[in-house]
Every structure is written in C-alpha cells, then in structure tokens.
C-alpha cells in the first residue's frame, strides 16, 4: 500500500508570493491533518479535514487554509509569505479521527518550502 | 490548554545497553499519549500509543512505553540500543477536548545517539 504523498517534496519562494502545497493520503484514510516544522517552535498542528470538512484549526493566521477533496487528498495554501513561513510542511492521513478510533498518524515524508 | 515536555535535548547510549527517553505531559481528561520517531529527511513514524488500559505499552521495533499517571509520565523505553535508532523521538499528546480528533500537542524532541 503506497504510503502518505506529498508534493512538492522542495519549494522555493519570495516573500509575498503564495504557495499550494499537496497531499494524497493512503487510501481508504479519511482523515489528513497538516502540520509545520521548524527548529524554533517545533512541531505545531496546523488543522484536520475529515470528510472534506475542516475539524479542527490551529494556532496560525488566516493567511494558512487548507482543503479536502471527496478523494480525501488535501491541499493547504499560504498567501502572503513571509519569511518565518520557512519550515517542513507535513501532512499525515489516518483511517479516522484519533479520538474515535485510535487509529494512529501516518505520515508524509514533508514538503520543505524555503522563503527568501 | 495541554502541553508536552521532553527534558533531555539529546540522549546518548552504547549498543546493547537500554536506553530511556522521557516525557511529562499535562492535559485535562484522560491523556491519549502517542510516540514518534523522525529519520533525517524524513516523515515521522508512528511507534506507540496508550489510550488506555495496561500502563505498559509495546510498539514497533522492539519500543516500549509506560505510563505513570501519578507523575504523568510517558517515557519511552528499549532494553537494548541499536545504532540504527538513532533519530528524534517525539512525545504527543492528544487533546484538548473530546473533539480534538487528530489535532496533536508535540514535544519538542529528544535526539537519540546510539554508538557502537
């Protein structure tokens, strides 16, 4: 079974412009959450689509959103960027939601999206 | 609001001796408690949870986790150390309501060093 895909795997981009990032989760999970890495704030969640509805937001401003498609892949897009937007972004499917079903995170190997 | 704190930035051990990694957590309700494991470049790896039941937890390559509520623990744990576990670990922690589906606190990593 093809693991979680993320693509771009590297993006390059200058500050103002904006960013779509991509995710196809393995198949039959339902739920993709996102998640942005970076050395000084850690792993921080960003949100979860379940069943192309949004279930849970994060901590970070309007300018992050994201989407879910009836084929559950998931998108998130940055408008806007600013330099502290730097970090690996990571994207995890899983069969349901933890809450309900235990069911643990499966993650991408991350898009890496550099802001100069 | 739940937080999770892993104390030790870095932990070195020898080959085949045990090794520990430790994580307090703090969340109101039941703790649903999870590990992961992040190899260079890489996604993360799901290792082990504990939603409930037995305080000792057995996960994927021979890991180990046990709960203490009372000291509101979740160390990770292996009885004997491998090179190739070198990598960053991540304690998390589900939260903050009974809705919070897939919406993980992470800590903020402790880097494993196992030499030959």
């Known amino acids: 079974k093809a693991g979680v895909t993320q693509t771009p795997r590297y993006l390059i981009k200058t500050r103002g412009q904006q960013v779509t990032l991509s995710c196809s989760p393995i198949?039959?999970?339902?739920?993709v959450s996102w998640y942005q890495q970076t050395p000084g704030q850690g792993l921080q969640f960003l949100f979860e689509?379940?069943?192309?509805?949004?279930?849970n937001k994060g901590n970070f401003p309007g300018r992050f959103s994201g989407r879910q498609f009836s084929n559950s892949r998931s998108e998130m897009n940055v408008s806007t960027l600013e330099l502290g937007d730097s970090a690996l972004y990571l994207c995890?499917?899983?069969?349901?939601?933890?809450?309900?079903?235990?069911?643990?995170?499966?993650f991408g190997n991350g898009t890496r999206l550099t802001v100069t | 609001a739940q937080s999770v704190a892993q104390p030790e930035d870095q932990v070195n051990v020898a080959e085949g001796n045990p090794l520990t990694v430790k994580c307090t957590y703090s969340?109101?309700?039941?703790?649903?408690l999870f590990w992961y494991v992040q190899y260079p470049n890489r996604g993360l790896q799901f290792l082990l949870k504990?939603?409930?039941?037995?305080?000792l937890v057995k996960g994927s390559y021979g890991f180990e986790a046990e709960f203490n509520k009372s000291q509101t623990s979740f160390h990770l744990k292996k009885p004997s150390a491998l090179v190739s576990d070198s990598a960053l670990y991540f304690c998390?922690?589900?939260?903050?309501?009974?809705?919070?589906?897939?919406?993980?606190?992470f800590g903020g990593g402790t880097r494993l060093m196992v030499k030959p």
């Open positions: 995890a499917s899983s069969l349901g939601r933890q809450g309900a079903s235990g069911s643990p995170l499966h």
């Open positions: 198949s039959g999970h339902r739920s």
């Open positions: 689509y379940f069943s192309e509805t949004q279930r």
């Open positions: 969340v109101s309700g039941n703790p649903y």
């Open positions: 504990y939603i409930t039941g037995d305080n």
């Open positions: 998390a922690v589900r939260g903050p309501n009974n809705n919070a589906g897939n919406m993980l606190t």
